[in-house]
């Protein structure tokens, strides 16, 4: 199933684009799953995605953390830590 993914930040600018819609293989199966079919497309997914500490995701437009099932998921984001004061 397509799942529509949104990239942020700097982890857009490595990829150099800001969304796609892909449809990962069946046993990609969670959202570090799907990081992981992404960087291994290598260039600038493999920068973007080559320290998953730095990684936030977000499924569905709610904060997720990255073993979360991807099964009926929409979109999914992925952007850095948000900071602030």
Known sequence: MPIDIL????????IGQGGERVDPPADVTTVAGLVDWLAARG?????????????????DQAFVALDT???????IAL?????GG
């Open 7 to 14: 990239y942020f930040a700097w982890v857009r600018e490595a």
């Open 43 to 59: 260039g600038g997914y493999a920068v973007a995605f080559e320290n998953r500490e730095r990684l936030r995701a977000a499924v």
């Open 69 to 75: 099932p991807l099964a009926g998921a929409r979109e």
């Open 79 to 83: 952007f850095p830590p948000v900071t």
